[in-house]
């Protein structure tokens, strides 16, 4: 279906093409590339009728049509639910061992638009754009259909600062305002867009990768690597859980059933159902966050954790989720921009009901 999408009005920063034209040079010549997503939901492919119609697929299709003497692997590392401050985490494990050579990075509407989430967001870009394979990268701004909610201007400044191309689906959103093109024609739920969503958002993209390879002959050169924009706490974020940390434990279980992907994410972390078990982590940095499932079935355990013994700013979680889509991987941030030290987290459980439906599962500490 055309919808008379202008797509360049969806292109808020050219950026630096220095690294795309290079890799655009080399797969015409043929080699093996990685093209990799990381993302929540939408990358993730939820509400695409398969997997190869989600956008990510569909935008690594691009690549392989257009240099077909290449050989091309697709990693998805899309998330569902999930933020770019998880997403600085998780990073290396998820998308960078495979030493990508061209990344879309998409949380413009799992973040939140405020300096919180554009530190987030900066520390998972300068880890993707520095790490060992050099990809070349885009951010990729999501917004809601319904009501236009993201967090595009804070992931563009980024996008800026570092010469980054920065893509997004303003243009669609404004055709859904105008009333030329009808929200439930791409969307049922006003946030995840169907197949025909998904085609909109891959020829976003491909419509800018196209500009870029009708100018692939041009010279560019790649910029000095600027300083942080931000305070930059996040670049260095790692994730513990119990295949690389072994925490001090009283009443808490390691949960070992083998993890299959990704997205199977009540994995690798611990499990407690009785009214005072506790675990405890020490971990340094500056930074602290817990995640742990929130479960649509009810009643659920309540924990409180507590960073180095300070029991009157003890943070709450409580397992019971008020959504009905689904479990919910959880963070909890517990300490900001924090003195740098080894820190302790000792997380209990409070609350705990005989009739509790779920045990309360603690997936992992997070810290940077």
């Known amino acids: 279906m055309d919808f008379g999408i202008n797509f360049e009005e969806g292109i808020f920063n050219t950026g630096n093409l220095c690294r795309l034209k290079k890799l655009m040079k080399k797969a015409e010549n043929g080699g093996a590339f990685t093209i990799g997503f990381i993302g929540g ?10 997997p190869e119609t989600c956008y990510a697929y569909l935008v690594y299709k691009w690549w392989k049509g257009m240099f077909p003497k290449a050989d091309f692997k697709y990693i998805n590392a899309g998330i569902g639910a999930t933020s770019s401050q998880f997403g600085a985490a998780r990073a290396k494990s998820d998308l960078l061992k495979y030493s990508p050579d061209f990344v879309v990075a998409e949380f413009s509407v799992n973040d939140e638009n405020n300096d919180f989430f554009m530190e987030t967001y900066e520390g998972l870009i300068r880890k993707i754009y520095s790490s060992a394979s050099k990809p070349a990268v885009l951010i990729f701004n999501n917004m809601r259909y319904d009501n236009g909610v993201s967090a595009q201007e804070r992931h563009i400044k980024i996008g800026k600062h570092y010469g980054i191309p920065c893509i997004g689906i303003k243009p669609v959103v404004d055709k859904i305002r105008d009333g030329k093109i009808r929200i439930r024609d791409i969307t049922p739920d006003g946030l995840h867009p169907n197949d025909e969503g998904h085609r909109l958002l891959a020829e976003s993209i491909s419509h800018f990768l196209e500009k870029v390879y009708s100018s692939r002959n041009t010279d560019e050169s790649e910029p000095p690597y600027p300083a942080p924009l931000t305070a930059d706490m996040y670049e260095n974020a790692s994730r513990l859980q119990n295949y690389n940390y072994s925490p001090a434990a009283d009443g808490f279980k390691a949960d070992n059933v083998k ?12 499990t407690a159902c009785k009214k005072g078990a506790s675990v405890t982590f020490e971990a340094e940095g500056t930074e602290l966050a817990v995640q742990y499932r929130k479960s649509v079935k009810k009643p659920a355990p309540v924990a409180l954790a507590v960073v180095d013994g300070c029991a009157e700013h003890a943070v709450k979680l409580d397992a019971n989720f008020d959504e009905d889509w689904g479990d919910c ?3 909890s941030t517990l300490l900001r921009h924090g003195e740098l030290k ?27």
Do not use: C
Not at 259 to 270: A, E
Not at 347 to 353: A, G, K, P, Y
């Open 41 to 50: 939901s939408i990358t993730q492919g939820s509400l695409s009728s398969k």
């Open 259 to 270: 993890q299959d992907n990704i997205t199977q994410v009540f994995r690798n972390g611990w």
């Open 329 to 331: 991987l959880y963070m």
């Open 342 to 368: 080894k820190h302790t987290v000792k997380v209990t459980l409070t609350d705990v009901d005989e009739n509790n439906a779920v045990p309360f599962y603690l997936a992992s500490l997070i810290f940077s």
